[in-house]
């Protein structure tokens, strides 16, 4: 999944107006690294900013971002935890601790900061994503499954819908065994990213779901050609059991090898 990997990775919003600050300046080089994945100088210039303007929210929540990116998720409440304090309110300073406590598995706090996130700003796709999958967690797949929804109707509506969230519905769709409603997801998601790995992936599980072995391997040995997030060894994983499936032992023995391969240090 792409999600999260697409939320550190993009211009930051515009959590307040950037008025006369002889700190935002500083703000715009380290968003403009912050794109570029050049994330030491992102934070040199964030941190020369914040001693100009240490209250300044867009500065703090993009730091956030950046310690995010490097696994520094102590940093990265910090900052919120100070951009919070200097403007309650901020939506997006309100979701990205959503997206924290998500990514820390402290779901009962993901909760109530992503259903405020959603008051604050009720357009943003963003939150109702992520407070899906904190249901999801939860396993409460009815409200998980409305919430997917509720994220592609705003991405709809703004004209930026992502296969990636089609494919976060499809995967539960697929769990609960809703294989009609699954396929008519992973067909959008194909329709908008034909090249995507994920998409093939998650054709190939149905189709072997579905009992068409030989289709899932036909889609998965497409899958391993794609970029994607998905890995290389669920890929092949799943080739293994279908053309075990199919009686291609070879080639299942080939895939089975592979996988061993990339297992030794």
């Not at 914040?50 to 910090?78: Q, S």
């Not at 409603?181 to 034909?194: N, T, V």
Request: hydrophobic residues 45%; contains cysteine.
């Amino acid at each position: 999944m792409r999600v999260g990997y697409l939320l550190l990775f993009t211009a930051a919003a515009l959590a307040q107006p950037p008025g006369s600050s002889p700190a935002y300046p500083l703000y715009e080089k380290a968003n403009a690294l912050f794109v570029a994945k050049k994330l030491p100088e992102c934070l040199a210039a964030l941190d020369e900013a914040l001693r100009l303007e240490p209250r300044l929210v867009l500065a703090l929540t993009l730091k956030a971002k950046v310690a995010m990116g490097v696994n520094r998720y102590d940093l990265a409440r910090e900052s919120l935890n100070q951009a919070l304090a200097a403007e309650p309110d901020s939506w997006y300073a309100r979701f990205l601790s959503g997206f924290l406590y998500h990514l820390e598995n402290e779901l009962q706090l993901a909760l109530v900061e992503l259903e405020r996130a959603r008051r604050l700003n009720p357009r943003d796709s963003r939150s109702a994503l992520y407070l899906g999958l904190t249901h999801e967690s939860l396993g409460r797949t009815g409200q998980a499954l409305a919430l997917y929804q509720e994220a592609i109707r705003l991405e709809e509506s703004a004209g930026k819908l992502q296969a990636d969230t089609l494919l976060t519905r499809a995967r539960l769709l697929l769990l609960l065994g809703r294989l009609e409603e699954c396929a008519k997801l992973i067909d959008r998601a194909l329709r908008l990213e034909p090249g995507f790995r994920d998409a093939h992936y998650e054709r190939a599980r149905l189709l072997l779901k579905q009992g068409d072995a030989a289709g899932a391997a036909r889609e998965g040995e497409r899958a391993l050609l794609l970029p994607g997030a998905i890995s290389e060894g669920r890929i092949r994983y799943l080739l293994v059991r279908a053309y075990q499936t199919t009686g291609q032992e070879k080639l299942a023995a080939e895939h089975a090898a592979a996988l061993r391969a990339a297992d030794k240090p």
